[in-house]
């Protein structure tokens, strides 16, 4: 833990020497603000300056920072790159968009090959929910895979593109917000109305009529001299059962997204 | 075989007296005097015990009947042959019939002979709502009836009312029952990713007396089963020793069913209650079902008796439709058609209101 902080710390004096470096007003004027770090030097010049310009114009487009950064530190593995991202993301001022550092980063640990997919802020966990964190996931991992690494970051900036531009509609990428409910889905709710409408009219067919014959003699009964004269009960044996329980992880038909207490939501793993 | 049926008259003129179950009391047609039953049953006993002379005995016979017989054997309805004793009337009823009303004179009519000796009944129940109030339950009855035609409703429809004393049996008598049954408790608790369903059997045996008093099966053989079980229950609060005064202005019937055809019913009845009886007994499992049984029978008395039922008929589409009244608690049983316009009318709208408000749903949510 306290490694990591140290580590957090030195990339945050490193990431402000960098930001310095290209501008001395970096922190004032937005339009020139560094929004990809490589210090795993992944990158040429020129897919670096390239990929900058793009996360540059989405993230001002919609006021929602698109950030990366790659490390190669070793020590960076599956289970402190979470802590790792949040503790970068909350202590670097250069994070962010505006006062609630609304926005969404992908850290990249090359050692261990392993990735931390952040959003942070109302609007950034509000745009990235949890599935479309599995969406671009997808997308991105595919080119990492293959060491294709200006692909991977291209595919995740163009990714949040589509994203933001979701959520400016009011409709962030969730789950069949991609999709129309199809054949299937017309086929329940005919089914679902098939049902309805049969058990309606059952209930209103069966208000015709009220003759039935007497299966019971319950008005007849000599209430006052019923007499229950024996009872016992008896355990015999018992039955335990195992059953899997469903998961938030098994359902996938929730959407929405999942955010912890210091307000990230995420998704990370390996590839 | 000629036979006699008895015309109540009126004590002051003479005219002709029926039963009034909102008065309780027989009341005359033409000079509106009221007599209580036991006032008619007073007189009406005597003349009962000395009938009077017939007519067949005065009767002279001249002509040639020998090619006439008295034989019913083989009609799919038996009949009988009475005289009444206001008009001379010859009157052919349903040998099962045992009061009614000379179609010549109106007069009400009683035989008395089909309540003779074992066949006579033990209670009557009078009647205590008028026709006209059964007329009302009857619109009352297609009230919130969605899928009625709406013709049938319109208008008065009734073509036949009338108030009958059916005859039932009415069986006393106790079950005995011991039942096993197998009782479940279920409890779930959490083992890591795992629910754990833990279920406990147990054997339940209880053993009780369940007594009944007067569980009643129709005896007629007209009268359809099941609308008379739906007239029940009747309140035996007001049930009363026989008399033929509560019969005038009314048909009655005699049985046609003897107790023992009848007792089937009201065994499995009884059986059926006891069941659930013993069942209510057993508390605080999560499922229950019978895992063996058995259900003594004590038989007790049974009883002969006659109780008030209203029956209206009515044709609609070609099909009769019959609906019937208990005449002392006002309950109204019958099955109404269904007009098909309406059913498929209800169907197509339910089919397509849910089908486009789950549509949008799933479109709007996922």
């Known amino acids: 833990m306290k490694k990591i902080i140290i580590r957090a710390s030195v990339l945050v004096l490193v990431l402000t020497l ?32 390239d990929l900058n310009d793009l996360a540059a114009e989405i993230s001002e487009k919609y006021q929602c920072a698109v950030h990366f950064v ?54 950034g966990n509000y745009a990235l929910t949890d599935y479309g964190k599995d969406w671009m996931s997808e997308n991105f991992l595919s080119h990492f895979a293959d060491d294709d690494w200006y692909g991977g970051f291209r595919t995740y900036i163009t990714d949040c593109d589509y994203v933001l531009s979701c959520a400016a509609e009011g409709k962030p990428v969730d789950i069949y917000y991609d999709e129309d409910i199809g ?22 067919k069966s208000k015709m009529r009220n003759v039935n014959m007497a ?19 008896q355990y015999l044996y018992t039955d335990v059962d195992r059953v899997r329980r469903e998961t938030d992880n098994d359902d996938d038909s929730r959407g929405g997204t999942t955010v912890n207490s210091r307000g990230f939501s995420g998704k990370g793993g390996s590839f | ?76 309805v038996k009949m009988r042959q009475y005289s009444c004793p206001s008009c001379g009337a010859q009157l052919l009823w349903e040998e099962s019939t045992a009061a009614s009303h000379c179609p010549y004179c109106g007069n ?129 609060g007001k049930i009363r020793p026989f008399s033929m005064s509560y019969l005038p202005g009314y048909l009655a019937e005699r049985y046609g069913l003897s107790p023992k055809q009848c007792m089937k019913r009201a065994d499995s009845r009884a059986q059926n209650t006891a069941r659930d009886v013993l069942r209510s007994d057993v508390r605080g499992f999560g499922s229950v079902s019978v895992k063996s049984e ?30 019937a009244m208990n005449g002392q608690t006002g309950k109204f049983v019958g099955d109404l058609p269904v007009s098909k316009k309406k059913y498929w009318t209800y169907f197509l709208s339910v089919f397509a209101g849910v089908t486009a408000v789950i549509g949008t749903a799933l479109t709007v949510f996922l």
């Open chain 2, 1 to 76: 075989m000629e036979r006699s049926v008895t015309n109540y008259q009126c004590l002051s003129c003479n005219g002709p007296l029926h039963f009034v179950g909102e008065s309780g009391m027989l009341e005359c047609d033409y000079c509106g005097s009221k007599f209580s039953v036991e006032q008619i049953d007073q007189v009406y006993g005597k003349k009962e015990q000395t009938p009077p002379p017939t007519f067949e005995e005065k009767a002279e016979t001249h002509w040639d009947l020998s090619g006439l017989s008295e034989n019913w054997e083989g009609e799919e």
């Open chain 1, 18 to 49: 960098i930001i310095g470096m290209f501008s001395i007003n970096a922190f004032a004027d937005e339009n020139k603000r560094q929004y990809v770090y490589d210090p795993a030097y992944l990158l040429t010049d020129e897919e670096y300056a």
């Open chain 2, 294 to 323: 058995s259900i003594y029978l004590d038989r007790g008395k049974v009883s002969y008796a006659l109780l008030p039922v209203y029956i209206l008929n009515t044709k609609y589409d070609g099909k009769d439709y019959l609906f």
């Open chain 2, 108 to 236: 009400p009519s009683v035989a008395p002979e089909q309540f003779g000796g074992m066949l006579r009944p033990d209670y009557v129940i009078p009647f205590e709502l008028s026709p006209e109030e059964a007329k009302k339950a009857l619109k009352e009855f297609y009230k919130g009836k969605k899928l009625l035609p709406k013709e049938f409703a319109s208008g008065n429809r009734i073509d036949k009312l009338q108030g009958v004393y059916v005859p039932f049996w009415l069986y006393d008598g106790k079950a005995e029952a011991d039942i096993h049954f197998l009782g479940t408790i279920s409890s779930t608790r959490r083992e890591g990713d795992y629910d754990v369903i833990s279920t406990s059997y147990y054997d339940i045996h209880r053993v009780g007396a369940v007594p009944f008093e007067r569980i009643p099966v129709d005896a007629s053989v007209k009268m359809p089963d099941e609308y008379m079980d739906s007239l029940e229950p009747f309140d035996y």
């Open chain 1, 183 to 204: 054949p299937e889905g017309y086929g329940m709710a005919g089914i679902a109305g098939l049902i309805a409408s049969f058990i309606t009219c059952t209930v209103l």
């Open chain 1, 215 to 233: 299966t019971r003699a319950e008005n007849y009964l000599d209430t006052s001299n019923v007499e229950i004269l024996y009872r016992y009960d």
């Open chain 1, 70 to 123: 790659t490390d190669d530190d070793p020590s960076l593995n599956l289970d402190n790159i979470q802590m790792y991202a949040e503790d970068l993301y909350l202590s670097s001022p250069a994070l962010g968009w505006g006062e609630s550092k609304d926005g969404f980063m992908l850290v990249l640990g090359t050692a261990e090959r392993c990735y931390w997919l952040l959003a942070y802020g109302p609007y």
